[in-house]
């Protein structure tokens, strides 16, 4: 079955990347909304149609056309993930893209707008919630528990029956051993390898790592 033209969100570094997997997988890409360039007249972006702001999208039925998150997302910026909140509530089906270098196991589930990046390998029975970016490289293992709106960034490692919250960010090239849990909205930083659970809306960066941050109040645990 042909599937729907796709409208990209977004004109920046993530959405370059997006753009190259639509073409990769020839998706029909309608064009790009981004305000950035809306708003200084900017009518092409890398070949693309300048929509305009997310506005041009609602010139669409949702049932005619799919979307594609190209927002980024680093910790502190819930953009990427009030754009997916708002669109799939009026309706609107974000695509799920997977690059054709990537090696998922059998029995993974993916949800709905998830990406996975050129060289990613996901492994038997792991569950992928929604918005989620597995980014260039990343590796999660067995049995994995991945919830929404995460962002695995390049080269980072899960071992087997991780459990990554909603909301989470783990940077380039952190690695999480087996088992471990990683509560809503915790911060792993780059090259950090993580060996006991890290509570909720915690930071834990530097190897080896400082003691954690509770982002909410900025203190640390001990
Ligand atoms: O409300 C908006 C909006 N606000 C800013 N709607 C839409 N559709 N687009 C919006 N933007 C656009 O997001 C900006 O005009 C800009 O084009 C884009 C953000 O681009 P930037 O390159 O700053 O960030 P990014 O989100 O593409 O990438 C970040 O996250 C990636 C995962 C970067 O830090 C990358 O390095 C990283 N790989």
Same mark, same amino acid.
């Given at each position: 079955?042909?599937?729907?033209?796709?409208?990209?969100?977004?004109?920046?570094? !993530?959405?370059?990347?997006?753009? #190259?997997?639509?073409?990769?997988?020839?998706?029909? @890409?309608?064009? +790009?909304? #981004?305000?950035?360039?809306?708003?200084?007249?900017?009518? $092409?972006?890398?070949?693309?149609?300048?929509?305009?702001?997310?506005?041009?999208?609602? $010139?669409?039925?949702?049932?005619?056309?799919?979307?594609?998150?190209?927002?980024?997302?680093?910790?502190?910026?819930?953009?990427? &993930? &009030?754009?997916?909140?708002?669109?799939?509530?009026?309706?609107?089906?974000?695509?799920?893209?997977? !690059?054709?270098?990537?090696?998922?196991?059998?029995?993974?589930?993916?949800?709905?707008?998830?990406? @996975?990046?050129?060289?990613?390998? +996901? $492994?038997?029975?792991?569950?992928?919630?929604d918005n989620?970016?597995?980014?260039?490289?990343? &590796?999660?293992?067995?049995?994995?528990?991945?919830?929404?709106?995460? !962002?695995?960034?390049?080269?980072?490692?899960?071992?087997?029956?991780?459990?990554?919250?909603?909301?989470? !960010?783990?940077?380039?090239?952190?690695?999480?051993?087996?088992g471990v849990?990683?509560? $809503?909205?915790?911060? @792993?930083?780059?090259?950090?390898?993580?060996?006991?659970?890290?509570?909720?809306?915690?930071?834990?960066?530097?190897?080896?790592?400082?003691?954690?941050?509770?982002?909410?109040?900025g203190s640390?645990?001990?």
């Open positions: 079955m042909k599937q729907a033209p796709v409208i990209l969100l977004g004109a920046g570094g !993530h959405a370059k990347v997006v753009l #190259d997997l639509l073409q990769i997988l020839n998706r029909q @890409v309608l064009g +790009v909304c #981004d305000p950035g360039l809306a708003d200084k007249g900017i009518q $092409q972006w890398r070949g693309l149609p300048v929509l305009g702001n997310d506005t041009a999208i609602e $010139q669409y039925h949702p049932d005619r056309i799919e979307l594609a998150n190209g927002i980024g997302s680093l910790p502190g910026n819930s953009l990427r &993930r &009030r754009l997916h909140d708002q669109y799939t509530r009026q309706g609107y089906w974000f695509t799920t893209l997977i !690059h054709p270098s990537a090696v998922l196991g059998s029995g993974v589930k993916l949800g709905q707008g998830v990406q @996975v990046m050129a060289g990613v390998i +996901v $492994q038997a029975d792991t569950q992928l919630g989620i970016i597995l980014n260039t490289g990343a &590796r999660i293992d067995h049995d994995g528990r991945i919830g929404h709106h995460v !962002h695995i960034a390049p080269g980072a490692v899960l071992s087997g029956d991780a459990w990554v919250a909603n909301d989470c !960010h783990i940077g380039p090239g952190a690695v999480i051993i087996q849990k990683l509560g $809503q909205g915790a911060v @792993v930083g780059a090259g950090t390898t993580v060996l006991s659970e890290l509570p909720a809306h915690y930071q834990l960066t530097g190897q080896p790592p400082r003691p954690p941050v509770d982002l909410n109040m640390k645990t001990s």
